[in-house]
């Protein structure tokens, strides 16, 4: 298929989005691939994928826990943003990152406001080139498990939570990666998920000085 990453965003709704998540808003076109990973795309490799960063203005963003499954080995059990591959019929990756995270959280697409997108990033272990889409919704729009079968659970985890030093932590696996990581929630966030979250709470302005040498080692 043709790789159509932009979706349509409205900047007259944007407009109309809580004051707080301004900062976000103005940073997100500068940020780059360098910024957030090492691994940057290259043209012709790697599976197409979008996630949907979800915030609200109860100053959260939304996490998923991936389902334990064989089907899965390399994500299974770890927290990540809801999302998933690109298929032939998604128009962009605006479409594939709503409709995945409707197929998994149960969100009315129609009720997110998507106000940016990241550059696309590439997840060696996995080979897939993962464009992470931005939005909003209200925070009382329900979300949940929709398919148990992808994800276990879904938590609203307050950016304060994900700013506090105390839970802020480096993550050490076994090959040798070496990254920042959240614990939040009874879950541990790190690899691709953190790297995101860690690079935008920078640019935007809201991350507190942390203790890097506070390390949790992975296990294979």
Known sequence: MMWRRRGHIDDSRIQALPEWISPLIHVVPSVTTEEVTRFAPVD?????AAVLILFSSDRDVVL????????DAIHSGQPAFPGGAVEPH????RAAALRESHEEIGVDPA??????????????VSDFVVSPVLGYIDPQVPI?????SEVSR????????????????????????????FTVHNMLVW????GVLDSLLDKSGWSQ???????VAIER
Not at 90 to 93: G, I, L, P, R, W
Not at 191 to 194: E, H, L, N
């Open 90 to 93: 998604d128009v962009d990756v």
């Open 154 to 181: 879904v938590e609203r985890v307050a950016i304060d939570a994900l700013c506090e030093p105390s839970n802020r932590v480096t993550v050490v696996h076994p090959s040798g990666y070496r990254g920042p990581g």
């Open 144 to 148: 949940g498990v929709k398919d148990p």
């Open 44 to 48: 012709g490799q790697g599976r197409h």
């Open 64 to 71: 998923i826990e991936r389902a334990s499954t064989p089907r």
């Open 191 to 194: 690899g691709f998920t953190a």
């Open 209 to 215: 000085p942390w203790d890097v040498r506070r390390e």
């Open 111 to 124: 009720s997110v406001e998507v106000f940016g997108l990241l550059p696309d990033l590439w997840i060696p």
